[in-house]
């Protein structure tokens, strides 16, 4: 009986505690992605950018807040071309790379752009896992 009841303490503790971890991780996440956001709004004007850019959506909704194995810190967010080009398949990611003393980022767009064979063994999905193919990081505001 004393196991029993032992072993239900433990699960109603454990039920309890994990969703609330859970939150906190996103809370997390969602407060470094808004605070790049709110950086990236107010000191970034898409007239500056480099002209391969000016015609891509940001898209923040999908936004992520990614810390790398040596405590690095990134703020990863997609970009979707709006006139993309007949035959690509690349990918474009910002990157928003805090500054140590906490004042602004720097900025990357990163482009994947896969070989035909990749494309049709993983089905059109590009992941950084078996990638093949060319990646490129581009500055977003320097012109070419």
Not at 12 to 20: Q, Y
Not at 35 to 56: D, G, H, V
Not at 102 to 130: A, H
């Amino acid at each position: 009986m004393r196991k029993f009841a032992l072993l239900a303490a433990i699960i109603v503790t454990a039920v309890i505690i994990l969703p609330s971890c859970r939150r906190t991780v996103n809370d997390m996440n969602e407060t470094q992605v808004n605070a790049a956001r709110q950086w990236f709004e107010a000191t970034q004007s898409r007239e500056n950018f480099n002209i391969i850019f000016r015609n891509s959506n940001i898209v923040w909704q999908r936004a992520r807040h990614k810390t790398f194995p040596n405590g690095n810190k990134v703020v990863i967010v997609p970009m979707i071309e709006q006139n993309p080009t007949l035959g690509y398949y690349g990918r474009q990611l910002l990157y928003l790379y805090p500054f140590k003393n906490g004042k602004g980022y720097l900025t990357r767009v990163l482009e994947f752009s896969p070989s035909v064979k990749y494309m049709i063994e993983n089905k059109g999905v590009i992941s950084p896992d078996n990638f093949s193919g060319i990646i490129t990081a581009w500055d977003l505001k320097k012109a070419l």
